[in-house]
């Protein structure tokens, strides 16, 4: 679920103007798994973009208020969401935490960095879902801990059938602020991309892991 149609294509607007998502579909990327893509994201990018890293910072903690309530504990995830979860937990107020791949395997081989008690409710901050894999490791390694997920939000989402299908498997409630669907809108309007891009990205999409640029 995304916000609002406005709201989700003004964020897809800011993310393709400092180049934190990046569209080519006639030279495409080479993803670390190895798959092709024409598109790329790096949602890190607009934490060095003080105006646009405010209006990301304040939509997602509005919205997190509104939903879920002020939550006790904002958690980012290592490591793409920590710069944005800890600006979104200063703005509300709460303290923050945040969540590794895995255990260290030194010191004290802490998963959690920071501090956080038992029964508390958290809400996850997260820059991208692909297939929520990740993501999700989160939020067990959260729930191990006997923290109450309330839910995630993520600044964008590739909107892959397999990330819903995930989610809805470990029953959590995921909002994003931008998707692909409100990105193609946005790029299509403003000559970012073609019509014959647009149908490369949506074929794309529909099949990521087959999906060859011709």
Not at 16 to 36: D, R, Y
Not at 65 to 84: H, L, N, S
Request: glycine residues 6%; hydrophobic residues 45%; negative net charge.
């Amino acid at each position: 679920m995304t916000l609002d149609k406005n709201s989700s294509k003004q964020t897809a607007k800011v993310l393709l103007q400092v180049n934190a998502i990046k569209l080519q579909p006639t030279n495409p990327f080479t993803w670390a798994s190895g798959w092709k893509s024409p598109i790329y994201c790096d949602n890190r990018i607009v934490l060095s973009f003080p105006i646009i890293r405010t209006y990301i910072r304040e939509q997602m903690a509005k919205f997190i208020e509104q939903e879920y309530g002020k939550p006790d504990v904002i958690a980012g995830v290592a490591t793409g969401a920590i710069g944005i979860g800890m600006l979104v937990a200063e703005y509300l107020g709460v303290p923050f935490i945040y969540v590794r791949p895995e255990a260290k395997k030194h010191g004290r081989q802490n998963q959690i960095e920071g501090f956080a008690e038992s029964g508390q409710n958290v809400v996850v901050v997260e820059d991208l879902i692909s297939t929520g894999k990740s993501s999700l490791d989160a939020v067990k390694a959260l729930r191990a801990a006997n923290l109450n997920v309330k839910g995630m939000v993520a600044i964008f989402s590739y909107g892959f059938d397999v990330a819903k299908d995930n989610f809805e498997a470990a029953n959590v409630r995921l909002h994003t602020m931008s998707n692909y669907e409100a990105l193609l809108e946005e790029a299509l309007e403003t000559n970012y991309i073609t019509q014959e891009e647009l149908d490369t990205l949506a074929i794309w999409n529909a099949n990521p892991s087959q999906w060859n640029a011709i």
